[in-house]
């Protein structure tokens, strides 16, 4: 496992507010963390409704070891706060999802989502500013035509760089439960949304119509055992997608087969050791993440306890297992007392599909070498790291004598989780959304 150091952090604050590292406002707190295609943007959403993008710095002869700082590069709220006055319910603006479009020209286009409404965002920067209308005035005032004399040929002047962040299309009234994903399509003409039991597709350039291509929902609601917890279309493959449940399976759809995928192409599930039935399981059991590796050989799911991969090909059973906090095992009571057991961790692929990386309690997160078994934990914090600085490895001890770099699973914090995270697409750059701090920590060889 090659080591990871400390890069930068970054901490969001609320205009004209100072917060501490322990009291945070809750629209600070970072909901989603994800990379664009070439890994030179960094965008995140958090519960305020604001999507923060990060830019990479260009590397110079003058300071060379600054290349991979990422510095902010555009702000603007993606989402606002709304009521559904039919369901007489509050629409949080809390951004569920990310995820960017491959870069055509040169502007960038992001899709931001909160439980109800799709956005599509287009970055663009501007330098330059048309000069010398005709029937306006410098200001933007219109002039009077009986003043207009002359014909003017207006011309663009250089101006200070600006970044404008524009809403290009909203796809709305499609969801009657929260969206818990979207998935671009590899044709990169339409993509997906789904929520609690439905999953839709959409053309980009159609805000007014979706095709419903799952339908999980009984015709008596008290019938329902299961909801759809994730999707993700297949990378290269663009009739197949994959989405997990609640109830520990995962379904791969094949568009080809009907345009209605309740009838699935595979169908993932590993049976249960009954010596290890509990109140919990089910609850645990539960896959909060799905992830096709980069090849699409792959799928990656995180349930409460264990990350898996599965082979597509293999359908009774997961090739690889990791144990992501096993020593929580003798605490889910506890977990389930004060809600934490339904707290839903992500899990991403390294951009050569040989590493895993996923989160846990007390700001640790934890990283799997699918090659040497080999496996690290590491914490994202203040009080811990300096910047440039060597991350160490933690250790939790579950019982008897405490070593002095160990720290006891009784003394866990709950309140501090790694629920996002994200892995640049070709390099060893991680990001790591810790409450309302971001952390991005780059290999020490780079």
């Keep these: 496992m090659k080591c990871f150091s400390r890069y930068l952090p970054y901490i969001f604050r609320p205009p004209g507010a100072l917060l501490s590292a322990s009291c945070h406002a809750e629209a600070d707190i970072i909901s989603t963390v994800e990379f664009n295609h070439t890994g030179e943007l960094l965008a995140t959403g958090d519960k305020g409704g604001r999507v923060v993008i990060f830019q ?45 479009l491959p870069q055509q020209n040169a502007a960038y286009f992001l899709l931001s989502t909160n439980d109800k409404t799709v956005k599509l965002w287009k970055v663009s920067e501007r330098d330059k500013r048309p000069e010398g209308y005709n029937l306006k005035d410098e200001d933007g005032r219109l002039r009077d035509p009986s ?32 969206i818990n994903s979207i998935s671009v399509n590899s044709d990169y003409e339409t993509y997906m949304s789904a929520d609690d039991l439905r999953i839709n597709l959409w053309n980009f350039e159609i805000t007014n119509q979706s095709f419903n291509i799952v339908d999980i929902k009984p015709a008596n609601m008290e019938e329902l055992t299961e909801v759809i917890t994730a999707a993700e279309f297949h990378p290269h493959h663009c009739n197949t997608f994959v989405y997990s449940s609640s109830k520990g399976t ?49 799928i990656m799911t995180r349930d409460y306890l264990t990350v898996k991969v599965w082979d597509l090909n293999m359908e009774n059973r997961p090739i690889e297992t990791y144990q992501v906090h096993d020593y929580l095992r003798s605490k889910l009571c506890s977990l389930y007392e004060n809600d934490c057991i339904f707290d839903k961790f992500e899990c991403v692929w390294n951009g050569s599909d040989s590493v895993i990386m996923t989160g846990s309690y007390n700001n640790f997160f934890r ?80």
């Design 56 to 100: 990479r710095e260009q590397e110079s002869k003058n300071q060379p070891h600054r290349r991979g700082e990422y510095n902010v590069y555009s702000t603007f709220q993606s989402h606002e706060p709304e009521f559904d006055y039919l369901k007489s319910l509050e629409i949080e603006e809390k951004i569920n999802k990310i995820r960017w």
């Design 367 to 446: 990283m799997f070498d699918r090659n040497t078994k080999r496996d690290v934990t590491l914490e994202a914090s203040r009080e811990n790291s300096k910047p440039r600085a060597i991350l160490k490895p933690r250790k939790v001890c579950v019982g008897g004598k405490r070593r002095k770099d160990e720290i006891s699973v009784d003394s866990l914090d709950f309140s501090k989780k790694i629920l996002h995270t994200a892995w640049h697409p070709s390099e060893n750059i991680i990001a790591v959304a810790a409450t309302n701090n971001l952390y991005i920590f780059q290999d020490k060889v780079n």
């Design 250 to 298: 995962i379904r791969l759809c094949d568009m080809r087969t009907s345009a209605l995928c309740d009838r699935h192409a595979k169908f993932f599930e590993e049976p249960e050791d009954p010596s290890n039935r509990s109140f919990f399981s089910e609850i645990i059991s539960s896959i909060s993440d799905v992830k096709f590796s980069h090849s699409g050989r792959y």
């Design 147 to 178: 003043m207009i004399t002359m014909l003017r040929v207006p011309v663009l002047r250089p101006m200070d760089l600006m970044v404008e962040a524009t809403p290009r299309r909203v796809f709305a009234n499609a969801h009657t439960y929260h």
